[in-house]
């Protein structure tokens, strides 16, 4: 009997000693993974501390805006921005692809003209797509020395052109009209002004701006002044500024103005073309240009 007590007291210290191991072994936990299907919630906009100044537009909704900064045309719309105009691009001849009639690039006009933005036509990517444009022949004329003394001066100009010296401290000399190409007659006035001092580099800007403001039409359907820049006439250096515009009959033409001063005289040299002759009329009016000088 005493035996099987002890039997039954180690067969119940076993079964104890079990059922302690059983509940230690419990099964191993793992995290939850559960998939982001997106944010919980929207991150907050960053905002600098010291934002920069919105960029100045000070031209008008009917110009095109420049490429680059506007600070330089506070005191004058026409000056050319020299950052981005070499000394050298300025003061090259008449073959120079002007910037103003250069599509890719902007200019600033005065308040009060009117034309479309140069970037609001769409511009082909693909060569293919773009139309062949129709060659044109170019231009080829003689020239001859002109003495005129109404404004005291002498040039080279195409000959058999037609004078007319009817106005005083004014030259016209113009185009024959078997001559004229695409409804417009090219002109060449040539002027001189007595003033009582000499005009200064600025002075002469703001003069070539009011003229160019002057050479504006309401015919015009469109109206395109340039920048201002530097070159040389008569032996001094004189401001001038290219334009081009459309009448209100679809004739295309552009034109050239320079003035300097001189000995209390302002000369000016203007110049209106066809604008599909372009480059032919701007040599034109580069060999006037060269070849001005005072009659001695």
Not at 56 to 79: E, H, L, T, V
Not at 106 to 121: D, L, N, R
Request: proline share 9%.
């Amino acid at each position: 009997m005493k035996r099987n007590w002890k039997l039954v007291v180690c067969l119940l210290m076993a079964l104890v000693l079990l059922s302690s191991c059983t509940a230690k072994e419990s099964p191993e936990d793992f995290p939850d993974i559960t998939q982001a299907i997106g944010p919980t919630s929207t991150p907050a906009p960053f905002v600098p501390t010291n934002p920069p100044a919105p960029a100045a537009n000070n031209s008008n909704p009917q110009a095109q805006a420049p490429a680059g900064s506007q600070s330089i045309f506070s005191a004058n719309p026409y000056d050319v921005d020299t950052q981005e105009w070499t000394e050298s691009d300025i003061l090259s001849e008449e073959g120079y692809i002007d910037p103003e009639y250069d599509d890719a690039l902007t200019a600033v006009q005065p308040e009060g003209t009117v034309y479309p933005y140069a970037g609001s036509t769409p511009i082909p990517l693909n060569p293919v797509d773009m139309p062949t444009p129709t060659p044109r022949p170019e231009l080829k004329f003689t020239y001859s020395t002109y003495i005129a003394s109404t404004v005291g001066v002498t040039f080279e100009g195409p000959v058999n052109w037609a004078v007319d010296e009817s106005q005083p401290y004014m030259f016209i000399l113009a185009e024959p009209a078997s001559q004229i190409r695409d409804g417009q007659q090219c002109v060449i006035t040539i002027s001189a002004e007595p003033i009582s001092g000499t005009y200064s580099q600025r002075d002469l800007e703001s003069h070539v701006t009011q003229r160019l403001d002057t050479l504006y039409s309401s015919d015009y359907t469109s109206w395109k002044p340039s920048y201002t820049a530097t070159r040389h006439m008569m032996g001094s250096t004189g401001v001038y500024a290219n334009y081009s515009a459309t009448t209100s009959s679809g004739v295309e033409l552009g034109g050239r103005i320079q003035y300097v001063s001189i000995d209390h005289m302002l000369y000016g040299l203007e110049i209106i073309f066809p604008l599909g002759f372009k480059d032919d009329f701007i040599d034109v009016f580069g060999q006037v240009r060269t070849t001005m000088g005072l009659i001695k």
